[in-house]
């Protein structure tokens, strides 16, 4: 399950709370993409070839607001590797971490705001 290809999608849930989104709601803000200070991963599930439809409702089914997607080459070009961290309830889970600096595994505020423009809004409520 480890093998990923260029163009597969890495999903993550994204909260509707007015930090998370630009000032007119139509794009993210690159917080959406920071780790919380006790984390050293960025939780996103990755497709895994199931269909996108699959991998949003699955998504919706577990988390709250909107589902959002960047593509594993993307997150290659930024120094991000993409770790699987599958478990019991999410055989997708996987965790992005900063490959650019050896001191912090928690992404760095240009590669957040890279990811949030990268980003494709694949469901919003």
């Known amino acids: 399950m480890s093998n990923f290809s260029d163009s597969e999608k890495l999903y993550r849930a994204v909260r509707p709370q007015s ?3 630009t000032k007119d709601g139509t794009r ?7 780790n919380r200070s006790t984390d050293d991963y960025l939780s996103v599930d990755r497709q895994d070839g199931r269909r996108n439809d699959d991998c949003i409702e699955a998504m919706r089914k577990r988390l709250k607001g ?12 930024l120094k ?3 770790v699987p961290y599958p478990n019991d309830n999410n055989p997708w889970h996987c965790g992005l971490v900063n490959n650019a600096d050896e001191g912090d595994s928690r ?3 240009f590669q957040c705001q ?3 423009d990268f980003a494709v809004i694949e469901f919003k409520e």
Do not use: G, M, P
Not at 28 to 34: D, T
Not at 67 to 72: P, R, T
């Open 80 to 82: 991000i590797e993409v």
């Open 66 to 77: 909107a589902v959002v997607s960047v593509k594993y080459a993307q997150c290659l070009d």
């Open 28 to 34: 993210l803000s690159s917080v959406a993409f920071r």
């Open 19 to 21: 930090r998370y989104w």
């Open 107 to 109: 992404l760095s505020q």
């Open 114 to 116: 890279n990811l949030a």
